[in-house]
C-alpha cells in the first residue's frame, strides 16, 4: 500500500481503507503501540468528519489523505484534504 497518499470516495465505507491506510503509514514510521493507538483514533475522526462534515457524505466528493505537511489542512471542494504526519524513522 502507498503510504505517501490515499484519495477515496467522500462515503462511510471507506473509513475502513482510510484506517487501514493509517496503520500502514504507522508501521512505516515505527510508531509504538499507543502512538498508533491515538494516530489511528486520530485520522478515524478527521475522515469521518471530512466524509460526513465536510462533504455532506457525497461519493462524487473526495477525500484525499497524505503523510506530509505541505501547507495547511483545507477544505477543498470538491473534497477534502486530511494530513497524517510522521517521517520514517521519528
Given at each position: ?16 481503507r ?14 509504538g503501540?499507543?502512538?498508533r ?10 475522515a ?12 462524487a466528493k473526495r477525500?484525499?489523505l497524505?503523510r ?14 486530511v ?8
Open positions: 500500500m502507498d503510504t505517501e497518499a490515499i484519495d477515496l470516495p467522500s462515503r462511510v465505507a471507506s473509513l475502513d482510510a484506517e487501514a491506510w493509517g496503520a500502514a503509514v504507522a508501521d512505516a514510521c515505527g510508531l503501540e499507543d502512538d493507538h491515538r494516530s489511528g483514533l486520530a485520522l478515524h475522526e478527521a469521518a468528519n471530512a466524509v460526513l462534515h465536510g462533504n455532506g457524505a457525497d461519493p477525500v484525499r497524505g506530509a505537511l505541505r501547507d495547511a489542512p483545507r477544505d477543498d471542494p470538491p473534497g477534502t484534504d494530513l497524517l504526519v510522521c517521517e520514517p524513522g521519528e
